[in-house]
Nanobody, 126 residues
Framework: QLQLVESGGGLVQPGGSLRLACAPS????????VGWFRQAPGKEREGVSC????????YTANSLKGRFTISRDNAKNTVYLQMNSLKPEDTAVYYC???????????????????WGQGTQVTVSS
């Protein structure tokens, strides 16, 4: 069964940093675009960032640019989300998702992704 496993979540103080990791189970990320999404309590899931495979082009939600950075290490078969200057409003469950890349791009539409992880909790609080 194809699935993704997120790691790196936890409790962090405002202004702190976390790096989330997304690794596949049962397949390799070669040829897959990967996205990060998050869902806060009582809110809809929202797109955070995504990265293509072929040219590693990225997209990050405008409200998160400058604080969140997505990257991938194809040798380690892992995608990362570096989160800096964290705020309490960043508290959410963070999910990674994968889809077969089309036209060297990724999109921040959750229905485009076919493989999902179980999520990792990120809590920003003093």
């Amino acid at each position: 069964q194809l699935q993704l496993v997120e790691s790196g979540g936890g409790l962090v103080q405002p202004g702190g940093s976390l790096r989330l990791a997304c690794a596949p189970s049962g397949f390799a990320l070669d040829g897959y675009a990967v996205g990060w999404f998050r869902q806060a309590p009582g809110k809809e899931r929202e797109g955070v960032s995504c990265i293509a495979y072929s040219d590693e082009s990225t997209y990050t939600a405008n409200s998160l640019k400058g604080r969140f950075t997505i990257s991938r290490d194809n040798a380690k078969n892992t995608v990362y989300l570096q989160m800096n200057s964290l705020k309490p409003e960043d508290t959410a469950v963070y999910y990674c998702a994968a889809a077969v890349e089309v036209q060297s791009m990724c999109v921040m539409v959750d229905s485009w992704y076919t493989i999902w992880g179980q999520g990792t909790q990120v809590t920003v609080s003093s």
